[in-house]
């Protein structure tokens, strides 16, 4: 089937996913990006001559499938990312890693072999796995996963150790108000599937470098445009498709997909005068933040783990998860401290915010820590949309026949993730080949 030019308003991942897609197929794509760096939310950064560091610390699952098969697609190497066995360490508190064995003996062994959890914990992630298992890993409507930890008996220990930390490094909303219905599409796709797919995949190198790139150059052998620093400003239904105010060619595009962030869609979408509704609806949409502290506390500093947890809360310190970047292909010292969601952290200035995540560094990991040869807190304001029950999220398809939604907040059954995201723009590269839908 032959398929007219298409233009991607976007080059983060969902942009870059649709593009690759399209110009595997041989249509000629051109993607348009208002930034000089490609990667949009997951990108690399130049805060500072001497250090390269991303936007935010990103952790991918080995159920990430579809992110994982593009890599390979565009020629990215396997030694990008650190495959580690899913291992949940937290200094002097607990320490539970997946036995090296086909599932779900990997967790039940990984379970009985752990340290800092009563018989009672363990108990209780059985049952919450048992019950999630019995139900087909469906849970009522509504329910947040506050509820859902509260009818499955979970002890305080399991919730403040385990339950809460993942459910905000996986949905990046506190377990009040997240969706227990995605919270348990994630955990059916890691914890209680194969080994291989509960694995955490951890970059080695920067979030441009990891996709981004290999997927421009993957573009640049097939005839496909990137148009970097050109930002569309308006789409403009015309004969024969959509004029887009920004384009410096002349010809309409019969298919464009606008790959951007919500709140970017948002105004995009009402420049076309026929999708106000929409619009409206999508910039409605609320967001939670995500804040990175870097520290680079200097050769010979290292975390026990490549990634460990950490115990936050008003009196522990704000952050959920520090990585060690010196194992990570990353300069020795280099630690990334990373907070999701929101919480009392916001009221903090940055300086303060340095030092309280030190101070908690230090406290946990039960040693002083030298001062920071270099420190950076990057906030991310709107890192994702908040995956509570029941958010709206669109569907690929927009009022206009040939405008399309790609991104993370698209219609997804999992949260907005660079997966949901890599996932919804190949759907549309397959939509746009009337190929049907893609696996959700
Ligand atoms: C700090 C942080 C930590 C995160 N951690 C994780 C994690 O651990 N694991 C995980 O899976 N996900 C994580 N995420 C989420 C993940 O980064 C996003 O889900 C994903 O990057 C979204 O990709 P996208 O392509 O949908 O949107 P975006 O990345 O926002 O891409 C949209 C692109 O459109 C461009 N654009 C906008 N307007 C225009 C315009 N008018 N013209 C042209 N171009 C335009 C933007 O510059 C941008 O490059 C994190 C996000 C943040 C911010």
């Known amino acids: 089937m032959s398929v007219p030019a298409v233009a991607v308003i976007g080059g983060g991942y969902a942009g870059l996913a649709c593009a690759v897609e399209l110009a595997r197929r041989g249509v000629h794509v051109t993607v348009f990006e208002r930034s000089h760096t ?3 939310r ?30 390979r697609l565009t020629g990215g190497s396997p030694r990008q990312l650190e495959h580690l066995p899913l291992t949940l360490h937290v200094p002097g508190r607990l320490h539970l890693r997946a036995a090296a064995l086909p599932a779900p003996f990997h967790l039940a062994v990984g379970l009985l072999r752990a340290q800092g959890l009563s018989w009672s914990d363990r108990l209780a992630m059985l049952r919450l796995m048992r019950a999630l298992k019995r139900d087909g890993f469906r849970v009522a409507p509504g329910a947040t996963v506050a ?24 949905l990046n909303t506190p377990i009040a108000e997240a969706c227990a219905q995605v919270f348990a599409n994630v955990l059916r796709d890691s914890l209680a599937s194969s080994a291989a797919a509960s694995e955490l995949l951890i970059p080695r190198v920067d979030l441009s470098e990891l996709f981004p790139v ?5 573009l640049a052998t097939r005839r496909g445009r990137l148009r970097t620093g050109n930002a569309i400003t308006a789409i403009q239904p015309v004969d024969g498709g959509f004029r887009l105010e920004g384009d410096p060619g002349s010809q309409p595009w019969q298919q464009v997909v606008l ?11 009402a420049s076309t005068g026929a999708c106000d509704r929409l619009a409206a609806q999508i910039d409605a949409l609320p967001h939670e933040p995500i804040v990175t502290v870097y520290l680079a506390l200097g050769r010979g500093q290292h ?27 990353g300069p020795e010292g280099l630690i990334a401290c990373v907070i999701s969601a929101s919480g009392p952290h916001e009221q903090l200035a940055r300086d303060e915010l ?25 906030v991310e304001k709107r890192a994702t949309i908040a995956c509570r029950p029941g958010i709206f999220r669109p569907g ?35 939509a746009i080949f009337g190929g049907g839908a893609v696996a959700s």
């Open 303 to 329: 975390l026990p783990y490549a990634m460990i947890g950490l115990v936050s809360g008003s009196t522990a310190g704000p952050a959920q998860w520090a990585f060690d970047r010196g194992r990570l292909g």
């Open 147 to 170: 509820d859902l930890l509260r009818t499955t008996g979970q002890t305080a220990n399991l919730i403040q150790l385990v339950w809460e930390p993942l459910c905000v490094a996986a």
């Open 42 to 71: 997951a990108r690399v950064v130049h805060k500072d001559p001497h250090w390269r560091v991303d936007n935010g610390q990103h952790i991918l699952i080995g159920a990430y499938a579809e992110l994982t098969r593009l890599l």
């Open 354 to 378: 340095i030092l309280a995540t030190h101070g908690q560094l230090e406290r946990q990991l039960g040693r002083r820590l030298p001062a920071p040869e270099w420190s950076q807190v990057i």
């Open 396 to 430: 690929m398809r927009t009022p206009l026949p040939g405008l399309w939604l790609a991104g993370d907040y698209v219609d997804s059954d999992y949260p907005a993730t660079l997966e949901s995201a890599v996932r919804s723009g190949v759907a549309c590269a397959q």
């Open 214 to 218: 290999p997927a421009a150059r993957f």
């Open 38 to 40: 490609l990667g949009g």
């Open 259 to 269: 790959a951007t962030a919500p709140y970017h869609a948002a105004p995009l979408l």
